[in-house]
C-alpha cells in the first residue's frame, strides 16, 4: 500500500484537528465543584492546610488527598519523534499531548506532558527525579538510543514511583502477546523457536529481552542491523546494548540468518524482508513486521508464497496490530491502583499473558455487533485483541496489579479482586469503545454513502475523510463544476477529484428509472407525473433517497442544508418504516463513564403508549448493542402521581404493556429526571424496578425531548451524537445543520455498518 492510499486525512484536515476551538487536545478541568465561596475556603485557604498537614505528617497521604495517584507524566525531549526524527522537544508536544489524551481515553488516567529541551542525559535525568512528588509515574517517549536506556536505568534506580520507556516496552509486551498466542497455534513452545530480530533500536532490544525472559533460549536469537547479524566479535558499529545480544553463528546477513527460522520480528524499515527470506523460513512461520507506517513486508506478499504463515504489523488495516495502546494505559492503570514502586519484568510478563489470554476468549456481544455483526474468533487473524475491546481495562490491570504485589514492589495492595474488577469496569464507558469498532467495522467491509449535499463544503471535506479512512466509497449529489471547484478548493488533487463519483439529480442517467419507481409510489397520493419528475430533478433529499432505494447505494446521509423535519419529510417520500417499527429519532450522551440515551428527540410530537413502549424497546435494544444494560426511565413532570395531571395516562399504559410483553430489560415511570438519575431521588421511592440510575430516557413528547437533547448538547460537558434515525427499512441518517465534517462521518459509519439498525 503506498503512502498515500495509507493516509486517512488531509494536512490540512490535520491541523484544523489540532487547531479548532481550543488549540491541543488536552485541558484541566476541576474535579471539585467551585461556585461557592465555600467550596473555594475548602479548595485553598484556609481549607487546603488540613491536607498539607496530613501530607507532610504522611507522605502517602498525598495519594489519597491528591491526584499524584492519578497522575502520569509524558515526557520527552524530541529526539526521535515517531519515524520522523530528531525535531526537538517543542515539535514533539502534539505527540506527547496525543499520548496523555490516550492514558485519559483508554484506562481514566490523568496525564501531563512534559518537553524538556536537552539532549544532555545528565540534565534530562536531573529534572525527571526532581519531579517525583508531582507524579504517580513518568512514562518517556520519543528519546532516541541509545540515550533512552541510559535514562530508563538511572531513573528506575533512583525513583520510588513507576519508571516506563513505551517506545521499549509497550511494543514489546503486545508483541510478546501475540508471540504467546502464535506459539500456541502452531503448537511450539518458547524454548524450541529460532528468532530472527531485525533492528536494534529501542523496541527491537526490549522486545528481544522480553522474549528471552518469556522462555526463548539467548542461543536461539539472532539480531541484526543496518550492517547485518550482531555476532559476538563483532566491532563496528556496537555498543554495550548490542553486545548484550550478540550472537554466536557463522551467519553475517539478514538472509542468512532467516534460513530455517520460526519467527521474525521486525522493528527496522520498510522492504527490509524479501520473499526469497520468507520462503527459506520454518514450517508454519510467525512474521511480526512491525516497521511503521509501512511493515518490512506486506502480509500480502508473504501469503502469495507462505500460506501457512502467521502475521502481524503495526498497522490497523491488516489483522493482529501490534498497537501499543494495548499495553501503556492498563500497566500504569494497575501499577497506579497498588502504588507499585517499579514496572518488572514480572509486570510486563504479566500484562502480555493477559493480553494474549484475552485474545482467545469469546468476544462479547457488543463488540462483535459494531464489527457488524462478525464475530473475531481466535484464529490466525486475531492474535492479539482488538484496541477497543472493553475488557481490555479489567483483564490487564489486574494481572499487572497481582504481579506487583507477588513481585513485592506493591505499596498498597488490594484484597477484594472482584471489587477491583468492578472498580476498573466503572471507570470507563464501553459506549465508546463499541462505537470505536465500528470504525473497524466499516473499514473490513467499505460500503457506498450517498452524501445528497454535496456542493457544501463540509459535506466535501466528510466524503473525502470517508474515503480516505478506508469506509468505503462516497457518492455525491451536485452540479458537477461546484462539486470539482469544491474539491479543489479542499486541497484535492485533480486526478483524485476525477474519480469522485458525482450525480447532477438534473441529468443523471438513473432518472428514468427512478422517476418510475416514484410515479408507481406517488401517484394515488396527489402526485401526477410532472410532480414526480421536479421532485426526481430538483430534489436532492429525493434523488439520494431514491438511489438507496434503488440499491445504488448502501447508505444516505443529508441534513445540513435543511432542518430534519423537512430532510426526514422528503426522506420519507421515498422510504418506508421497517416492518413493525415506527421511525423516531434518538440523541446519544457519551460521557467519561456513562451513556445516556435520549427518545424521541426528532419525529413523534405526542406519541401514544403504543408508541412509547415500541420507542423504549428499540432503544433498549440499541443501548445493549452499545455495551450499556438498559434501565428505562419514562420521563415526566409527575412522579409516580405526584402532582396529579391529566398527561400521565399514555405514559402509565405504556408501561402497563412492556408488563405485558415481559420484556428483559428494566424500567419504570412516570418519573421526573431528577427520581430517574440521581441516586439521593430515587432513594426515596424504595418500589422503583430501576436498579440504579437510568442510562435511557423515554420522553412524554417532542417538545421536551428535543430541547432536552439540545440543551444537553449545547451546555453538557460530554459529546452528543445524534440525532439517530432509527426504524426506517433502509439506512438513512439526517445530520444536524451545524454538524462538522467528523460528525458528517461519524454518522455515515454509523449507517453503513448498520451499528443502530
Known amino acids: 500500500?503506498?503512502?498515500?492510499?495509507?493516509?486517512?486525512?488531509?494536512?490540512?484536515?490535520?491541523?484544523?484537528?489540532?487547531?479548532?476551538?481550543?488549540?491541543?487536545?488536552?485541558?484541566?478541568?476541576?474535579?471539585?465543584?467551585?461556585?461557592?465561596?465555600?467550596?473555594?475556603?475548602?479548595?485553598?485557604?484556609?481549607?487546603?492546610?488540613?491536607?498539607?498537614?496530613?501530607?507532610?505528617?504522611?507522605?502517602?497521604?498525598?495519594?489519597?488527598?491528591?491526584?499524584?495517584?492519578?497522575?502520569?507524566?509524558?515526557?520527552?525531549?524530541?529526539?526521535?519523534?515517531?519515524?520522523?526524527?530528531?525535531?526537538?522537544?517543542?515539535?514533539?508536544?502534539?505527540?506527547?499531548?496525543?499520548?496523555?489524551?490516550?492514558?485519559?481515553?483508554?484506562?481514566?488516567?490523568?496525564?501531563?506532558?512534559?518537553?524538556?529541551?536537552?539532549?544532555?542525559?545528565?540534565?534530562?535525568?536531573?529534572?525527571?527525579?526532581?519531579?517525583?512528588?508531582?507524579?504517580?509515574?513518568?512514562?518517556?517517549?520519543?528519546?532516541?538510543?541509545?540515550?533512552?536506556?541510559?535514562?530508563?536505568?538511572?531513573?528506575?534506580?533512583?525513583?520510588?514511583?513507576?519508571?516506563?520507556?513505551?517506545?521499549?516496552?509497550?511494543?514489546?509486551?503486545?508483541?510478546?502477546?501475540?508471540?504467546?498466542?502464535?506459539?500456541?497455534?502452531?503448537?511450539?513452545?518458547?524454548?524450541?523457536?529460532?528468532?530472527?530480530?531485525?533492528?536494534?533500536?529501542?523496541?527491537?532490544?526490549?522486545?528481544?529481552?522480553?522474549?528471552?525472559?518469556?522462555?526463548?533460549?539467548?542461543?536461539?536469537?539472532?539480531?541484526?542491523?543496518?550492517?547485518?547479524?550482531?555476532?559476538?566479535?563483532?566491532t563496528e558499529g556496537m555498543n554495550q546494548w548490542k553486545s548484550a545480544h550478540a550472537a554466536v553463528t557463522p551467519d553475517r546477513t539478514l538472509a542468512e540468518a532467516m534460513r530455517g527460522a520460526d519467527v521474525f520480528f521486525g522493528l527496522s524499515a520498510k522492504g527490509a524482508v524479501t520473499a526469497e527470506m520468507v520462503a527459506t523460513m520454518a514450517p508454519n512461520p510467525i512474521i511480526f513486521a512491525m516497521a511503521n507506517p509501512d511493515p518490512e513486508i506486506t502480509p500480502e506478499e508473504v501469503h502469495a508464497i507462505r500460506t501457512d504463515a502467521i502475521m502481524a504489523t503495526g498497522r490497523s488495516d491488516y489483522p493482529n496490530q501490534v498497537n501499543n495502546v494495548l499495553g501503556f494505559p492498563y500497566i500504569f492503570r494497575g501499577a497506579l491502583d497498588v502504588r507499585a514502586t517499579t514496572i518488572n519484568e514480572e509486570m510486563k510478563l504479566a500484562a502480555a499473558n493477559a493480553i494474549a489470554d484475552l485474545a482467545r476468549q469469546q468476544v462479547p456481544d457488543e463488540v462483535a455487533a459494531a464489527y457488524g455483526g462478525k464475530a473475531r474468533n481466535f484464529g490466525p487473524e486475531y492474535i492479539i485483541p482488538a484496541p477497543f475491546d472493553p475488557r481490555l481495562i479489567e483483564a490487564i490491570p489486574v494481572a499487572v496489579a497481582k504481579a506487583a504485589m507477588?513481585?513485592?514492589?506493591?505499596?498498597?495492595?488490594?484484597?477484594?479482586?472482584?471489587?477491583?474488577?468492578?472498580?476498573?469496569?466503572?471507570?470507563?464507558?464501553?459506549?465508546?469503545?463499541?462505537?470505536?469498532?465500528?470504525?473497524?467495522?466499516?473499514?473490513?467491509?467499505?460500503?457506498?454513502?450517498?452524501?445528497?449535499?454535496?456542493?457544501?463544503?463540509?459535506?466535501?471535506?466528510?466524503?473525502?475523510?470517508?474515503?480516505?479512512?478506508?469506509?468505503?466509497?462516497?457518492?455525491?449529489?451536485?452540479?458537477?463544476?461546484?462539486?470539482?471547484e469544491g474539491l479543489e478548493r479542499i486541497g484535492v488533487s485533480p486526478e483524485d477529484i476525477d474519480s469522485f463519483e458525482i450525480h447532477n439529480s438534473a441529468?443523471?442517467?438513473?432518472?428514468?428509472?427512478?422517476?418510475?419507481?416514484?410515479y408507481a409510489r406517488l401517484q394515488r397520493r396527489g402526485h401526477v407525473l410532472r410532480d414526480v419528475e421536479r421532485m426526481v430533478n430538483h430534489e436532492r433529499n429525493i434523488f439520494g433517497a431514491l438511489m438507496l432505494e434503488l440499491g445504488e447505494v448502501d447508505a444516505m446521509m443529508t441534513g445540513v442544508t435543511r432542518n430534519f423535519a423537512q430532510s426526514f419529510s422528503q426522506v420519507r417520500q421515498v422510504i418506508d418504516p421497517a416492518p413493525g417499527h415506527i421511525p423516531f429519532g434518538i440523541h446519544m450522551w457519551v460521557g467519561r463513564s456513562s451513556t445516556?440515551?435520549?427518545?424521541?428527540?426528532?419525529?413523534?410530537?405526542?406519541?401514544?403508549?403504543?408508541?412509547?413502549?415500541?420507542?423504549?424497546?428499540?432503544?433498549?435494544?440499541?443501548?445493549?448493542?452499545?455495551?450499556?444494560e438498559p434501565r428505562v426511565a419514562f420521563l415526566s413532570y409527575s412522579t409516580f402521581g405526584n402532582p396529579p395531571g391529566q398527561f400521565l395516562a399514555n405514559i402509565r399504559d405504556a408501561i402497563t404493556l412492556l408488563d405485558e410483553r415481559r420484556v428483559s430489560f428494566e424500567y419504570e415511570g412516570e418519573m421526573s429526571p431528577d427520581v430517574a438519575l440521581n441516586p439521593m431521588m430515587a432513594d426515596r421511592y424504595p418500589f422503583s424496578r430501576l436498579s440504579g440510575p437510568a442510562n435511557v430516557l423515554i420522553m412524554p413528547g417532542l417538545q421536551s425531548a428535543n430541547i432536552s437533547a439540545k440543551l444537553l448538547k449545547e451546555l453538557g460537558s460530554g459529546k452528543m451524537i445524534g440525532p439517530l434515525l432509527m426504524g426506517m427499512s433502509k439506512p438513512v441518517q439526517v445530520a444536524p445543520m451545524t454538524s462538522t465534517a467528523s460528525d458528517l462521518v461519524t454518522l455515515a459509519v454509523l449507517a453503513a455498518t448498520g451499528a443502530m439498525s
Not at 599 to 615: F, G, H, K, W, Y
Request: aromatic content about 6%; hydrophobic content about 45%; proline content about 5%.
Open 596 to 628: 445516556i440515551f435520549i427518545a424521541d428527540t426528532t419525529v413523534n410530537e405526542r406519541p401514544s403508549s403504543q408508541m412509547l413502549a415500541d420507542i423504549a424497546e428499540q432503544t433498549a435494544a440499541v443501548a445493549r448493542r452499545l455495551g450499556q
Open 406 to 484: 507477588a513481585s513485592g514492589v506493591a505499596r498498597k495492595p488490594f484484597f477484594d479482586e472482584d471489587a477491583y474488577r468492578q472498580q476498573l469496569r466503572a471507570r470507563l464507558n464501553p459506549t465508546t469503545g463499541v462505537l470505536a469498532g465500528s470504525f473497524e467495522a466499516a473499514r473490513a467491509r467499505p460500503r457506498r454513502v450517498v452524501f445528497a449535499e454535496g456542493e457544501q463544503e463540509v459535506v466535501l471535506r466528510a466524503a473525502v475523510s470517508y474515503r480516505s479512512s478506508g469506509f468505503g466509497e462516497p457518492v455525491l449529489i451536485g452540479r458537477e463544476a461546484p462539486v470539482r
Open 1 to 234: 500500500m503506498s503512502d498515500d492510499k495509507a493516509k486517512e486525512f488531509s494536512d490540512q484536515e490535520a491541523l484544523r484537528f489540532h487547531a479548532n476551538g481550543r488549540p491541543g487536545k488536552i485541558e484541566i478541568i476541576a474535579s471539585k465543584p467551585m461556585a461557592t465561596q465555600r467550596d473555594l475556603s475548602l479548595a485553598y485557604s484556609p481549607g487546603v492546610a488540613v491536607p498539607v498537614l496530613a501530607i507532610a505528617k504522611d507522605p502517602d497521604a498525598a495519594y489519597d488527598y491528591t491526584i499524584k495517584g492519578n497522575l502520569v507524566a509524558v515526557i520527552s525531549n524530541g529526539t526521535a519523534i515517531l519515524g520522523l526524527g530528531n525535531l526537538g522537544a517543542l515539535a514533539s508536544k502534539p505527540v506527547m499531548e496525543g499520548k496523555a489524551v490516550l492514558f485519559k481515553r483508554f484506562a481514566d488516567i490523568d496525564s501531563i506532558d512534559l518537553e524538556l529541551a536537552t539532549e544532555d542525559v545528565d540534565r534530562f535525568v536531573d529534572a525527571v527525579e526532581l519531579m517525583e512528588p508531582s507524579f504517580g509515574g513518568i512514562n518517556l517517549e520519543d528519546i532516541k538510543a541509545p540515550e533512552c536506556f541510559i535514562i530508563e536505568q538511572t531513573l528506575r534506580e533512583r525513583m520510588n514511583i513507576p519508571v516506563f520507556h513505551d517506545d521499549q516496552h509497550g511494543t514489546a509486551i503486545i508483541a510478546a502477546a501475540g508471540l504467546i498466542n502464535a506459539l500456541f497455534l502452531t503448537g511450539r513452545k518458547p524454548a524450541d523457536i529460532k528468532l530472527v530480530v531485525n533492528g536494534a533500536g529501542a523496541a527491537s532490544i526490549a522486545c528481544t529481552e522480553l522474549v528471552k525472559a518469556m522462555g526463548v533460549k539467548p542461543d536461539n536469537v539472532i539480531m541484526c542491523d543496518t550492517k547485518g547479524v550482531i555476532w559476538q566479535g563483532r
Open 507 to 518: 441529468n443523471s442517467p438513473l432518472v428514468p428509472r427512478m422517476v418510475e419507481l416514484l
